[in-house]
């Protein structure tokens, strides 16, 4: 019988959980944090089910997935390995087995990602709980990044200062890019020789993929580099950051937690959802229609940008939350793209919402625009799988 690995991801937002049989997912358990609340969702053998849940189940959301894998039978006691997302590594970006001593190393980087970083390592632990005894493994966003020449890779600043600090542009939602391109190449046509990957959730990021391999991403050393986010604000003048933090007498840990969690569409319009602000754009709402126009504009500079590094573009990809489910997003993107040979149907970008995949590219276009799910669950998965074998 196949071994069963249990993948998870533990985002700023939701808690994911999913059980892989070989390449097939047999079970999947969705924990999220919504406006009202939270909420809680299963898909076993293809059944779905949805139930009331809160704060106390939220948290203690590893103990009561486990039960449920048990009691309907994904594995008898323990599954072979459990795989989990983290996003930030530091140097180190291959899959790591997880011990008491690496373990141990990896709670260092929690202050460069904040928002993900601390949850992950919080989920391990309540897995070593529940599992005790199980291999467990790490994988990183930012190891797909690995392949970025040294000109895209580090700052111009001083070589001494970046190799004593370590300070590289790691690049994230690495797993998701992979999963992507996973995906291309398990097509007739295989991957796309001039592919940009647009990851638009709560946090996200543009990547340049050739033949495969990124070449550049808009994240950088912290998931703060790049675009507008939810409640990061992307790209900022250095020296705005420096007279913020001189006349508002903010400490270095202040304004991490004010970049992290206080900027971005939160601070330009006072909420995080992108449906209340598309809502407001379509509405008319000023300060809502800007936001929208300014992240729409940033995600638009970096295809140009990505366009410009590869010489071209055969395809572009949108995935996560936003790129999977906002039509109108999605449309305000790519408009006035034509002069890269992008045309888009409005009808086929339309009629794709709600998780819907597709392409929305007209038959005339020269690049394929398309709307894919990312599986970031079944990369982990196999990469723990390959680790624990």
């Given at each position: 019988?196949?071994?069963?690995?249990?993948?998870?991801?533990?985002?700023?937002?939701?808690?994911?959980?999913?059980?892989?049989?070989?390449?097939?997912?047999?079970?999947?358990?969705?924990?999220?944090?919504?406006?009202?609340?939270?909420?809680?969702?299963?898909?076993?053998?293809?059944?779905?089910?949805?139930?009331?849940?809160?704060?106390?189940?939220?948290?203690?959301?590893?103990?009561?997935?486990?039960?449920?894998?048990?009691?309907?039978?994904?594995?008898?006691?323990?599954?072979?390995?459990?795989?989990?997302?983290?996003?930030?590594?530091?140097?180190?970006?291959?899959?790591?087995?997880?011990?008491?001593?690496?373990?141990?190393?990896?709670?260092?980087?929690?202050?460069?990602?904040?928002?993900?970083?601390?949850?992950?390592?919080?989920?391990?632990?309540?897995?070593?709980?529940?599992?005790?005894?199980?291999?467990?493994?790490?994988?990183?966003?930012?190891?797909?990044?690995?392949?970025?020449?040294?000109?895209?890779?580090?700052?111009?600043?001083?070589?001494?200062?970046?190799?004593?600090?370590?300070?590289?542009?790691?690049?994230?939602?690495?797993?998701?890019?992979?999963?992507?391109?996973?995906?291309?190449?398990?097509?007739?046509?295989?991957?796309?020789?001039?592919?940009?990957?647009?990851?638009?959730?709560?946090?996200?990021?543009?990547?340049?993929?050739?033949?495969?391999?990124?070449?550049?991403?808009?994240?950088?050393?912290?998931?703060?580099?790049?675009?507008?986010?939810?409640?990061?604000?992307?790209?900022?003048?250095?020296?705005?950051?420096?007279?913020?933090?001189?006349?508002?007498?903010?400490?270095?840990?202040?304004?991490?937690?004010?970049?992290?969690?206080?900027?971005?569409?939160?601070?330009?319009?006072?909420?995080?959802?992108m449906r209340d602000v598309i809502a407001g754009d379509l509405a008319g709402d000023p300060t809502k229609k800007m936001a929208l126009a300014m992240y729409t504009h940033r995600v638009k500079k970096y295809i140009g940008a990505y366009a410009a590094v590869l010489g071209g573009?055969d395809a572009i990809v949108l995935t996560a939350t936003i790129g999977e489910h906002a039509p109108h997003v999605r449309g305000k993107i790519l408009e006035g793209l034509e002069f890269l040979g992008v045309q888009i149907d409005s009808e086929r970008n339309k009629a794709l919402?709600?998780?819907?995949?597709?392409?929305?590219?007209?038959?005339?276009?020269?690049?394929?625009?398309?709307?894919?799910?990312?599986?970031?669950?079944?990369?982990?998965?196999?990469?723990?799988?390959?680790?624990?074998?």
């Amino acid at each position: 019988m196949e071994k069963v690995v249990l993948a998870v991801n533990t985002g700023s937002a939701s808690k994911k959980y999913a059980a892989y049989r070989g390449e097939e997912r047999v079970a999947s358990v969705v924990y999220e944090k919504v406006s009202d609340g939270f909420s809680a969702s299963s898909d076993i053998g293809g059944v779905k089910k949805q139930w009331p849940t809160d704060e106390k189940s939220y948290t203690e959301s590893a103990a009561v997935v486990a039960r449920l894998f048990r009691d309907e039978k994904i594995f008898d006691d323990n599954p072979h390995c459990i795989g989990f997302r983290v996003v930030h590594g530091g140097a180190q970006r291959m899959p790591l087995l997880l011990t008491d001593q690496s373990s141990a190393s990896l709670e260092s980087t929690n202050g460069l990602a904040p928002l993900h970083n601390g949850p992950a390592m919080e989920e391990i632990r309540a897995m070593k709980n529940v599992f005790p005894g199980v291999p467990m493994v790490a994988v990183f966003d930012t190891g797909f990044h690995a392949t970025m020449p040294d000109h895209a890779l580090h700052y111009a600043i001083e070589k001494k200062t970046s190799d004593e600090l370590g300070l590289v542009r790691f690049g994230f939602h690495g797993i998701s890019c992979e999963s992507i391109v996973w995906r291309y190449a398990g097509t007739a046509s295989g991957v796309p020789h001039r592919l940009i990957v647009c990851h638009l959730g709560g946090g996200a990021s543009v990547t340049a993929i050739r033949d495969g391999r990124s070449v550049d991403t808009s994240m950088g050393f912290t998931p703060l580099e790049g675009l507008v986010m939810a409640t990061r604000g992307g790209d900022i003048d250095p020296g705005a950051l420096m007279h913020i933090a001189a006349t508002q007498k903010k400490t270095p840990d202040e304004m991490m937690e004010w970049l992290n969690n206080e900027c971005g569409l939160y601070g330009l319009t006072g909420t995080a959802d992108m449906r209340d602000v598309i809502a407001g754009d379509l509405a008319g709402d000023p300060t809502k229609k800007m936001a929208l126009a300014m992240y729409t504009h940033r995600v638009k500079k970096y295809i140009g940008a990505y366009a410009a590094v590869l010489g071209g573009v055969d395809a572009i990809v949108l995935t996560a939350t936003i790129g999977e489910h906002a039509p109108h997003v999605r449309g305000k993107i790519l408009e006035g793209l034509e002069f890269l040979g992008v045309q888009i149907d409005s009808e086929r970008n339309k009629a794709l919402r709600d998780g819907a995949e597709g392409v929305i590219s007209s038959e005339s276009s020269k690049v394929r625009v398309e709307v894919m799910s990312t599986d970031e669950l079944g990369v982990i998965a196999r990469e723990s799988l390959k680790l624990t074998t």
